[in-house]
């Protein structure tokens, strides 16, 4: 099991525990995290499970293709160097012990 935080947008944090190869949006659907909402359950159509990891963590994540690109410039809160769709990024052992951070809307 992969060991991370999620924090909400109000600091507090949700620590969870995943299997490999779950897609981070899954793990919060599966964890009762709110601040994902996953309208689209995890089709890349919607940008409602939109988060932040460490910009030095991006290189090591599933690499993000053109359309969750596309997508992330319609999500709700402003994009920043480390926004991506939760249901993009699939869990491998470079989130342990990791933050993942949930804006404020989606």
């Not at 919060?28 to 963590?57: K, M, P, W, Y």
């Not at 991006?58 to 690499?63: D, F, G, N, R, V």
Request: proline fraction near 5%; charged fraction near 25%.
């Amino acid at each position: 099991m992969i060991r991370f935080v999620f924090v909400q947008p109000d600091g507090s944090e949700v620590p969870v525990s995943a299997t490999e190869g779950d897609s981070i949006m899954k793990v919060a659907v599966d964890n009762g995290v709110d601040g994902i909402r996953a309208d689209c359950n995890g089709s890349a159509a919607c940008a409602t499970c939109h988060a932040f990891f460490a910009q030095e963590l991006l290189c090591e994540l599933t690499p993000m293709h053109e359309h969750e690109n596309d997508l992330l410039d319609f999500a709700a809160t402003d994009r920043q160097p480390g926004s991506r769709l939760s249901c993009q990024v699939i869990v491998s052992r470079c989130l342990e012990g990791q933050k993942v951070k949930l804006p404020d809307t989606q």
